[in-house]
């Protein structure tokens, strides 16, 4: 009874962490092979697998055509980030690039949010 709660509750576990180590190795080497120019082998040994305990099981594969990267675990967890000029690299879940919008990417007309708040603070002196 003991190993069926100790099974249940690693399942459990992984189900909720996996999602997030795969993620978290799907946009790292993105943004580290699409944006900085590195190798991804080496930043996945060098940067990723020191800090994350779960990149131990996590497969990835970078598409240079597509600009994306896919990183999957025990076959059943997947996360895949692409590369956006403009934007960076974004997480994405059942969608390509071309399925995304393209707003957002930029500064807006307004600024950021902390230039506001600096320019009111400004003002109010």
Same mark, same amino acid.
Do not use: H
């Given at each position: 009874?003991?190993?069926? =709660?100790?099974? !249940?509750?690693? &399942?459990?576990?992984?189900? %909720?962490?996996?999602?997030?180590?795969?993620?978290? +190795?799907? *946009?790292?080497?993105?943004?580290?092979?699409?944006?900085?120019?590195?190798?991804?082998?080496?930043?996945?040994?060098?940067?990723?697998?020191?800090?994350?305990?779960?990149? =131990?099981?996590? !497969?990835?594969? &970078?598409?240079?055509?597509? %600009?994306?990267?896919?990183?999957?675990?025990?076959? +059943?967890? *997947?996360?895949?980030?692409?590369?956006?000029?403009?934007?960076?690299?974004?997480?994405?879940?059942?969608?390509?690039?071309?399925?995304?919008?393209?707003?957002?990417?930029?500064?807006?007309?307004?600024?950021?949010?902390?230039?506001?708040?600096?320019?009111?603070?400004?003002?109010?002196?």
């Amino acid at each position: 009874m003991l190993a069926v =709660g100790l099974s !249940a509750a690693a &399942v459990w576990f992984l189900a %909720q962490a996996m999602p997030m180590g795969t993620g978290y +190795v799907a *946009r790292y080497l993105c943004s580290s092979t699409f944006i900085s120019g590195r190798d991804p082998k080496a930043v996945f040994n060098e940067d990723v697998k020191p800090v994350n305990p779960l990149a =131990g099981v996590v !497969a990835w594969d &970078v598409d240079a055509d597509d %600009q994306s990267v896919t990183a999957t675990a025990f076959k +059943v967890f *997947r996360s895949k980030a692409i590369y956006r000029a403009g934007c960076g690299c974004t997480l994405v879940a059942d969608a390509t690039g071309a399925a995304l919008p393209a707003a957002g990417c930029g500064p807006t007309r307004r600024g950021t949010p902390m230039r506001r708040r600096a320019s009111r603070s400004r003002r109010s002196s």
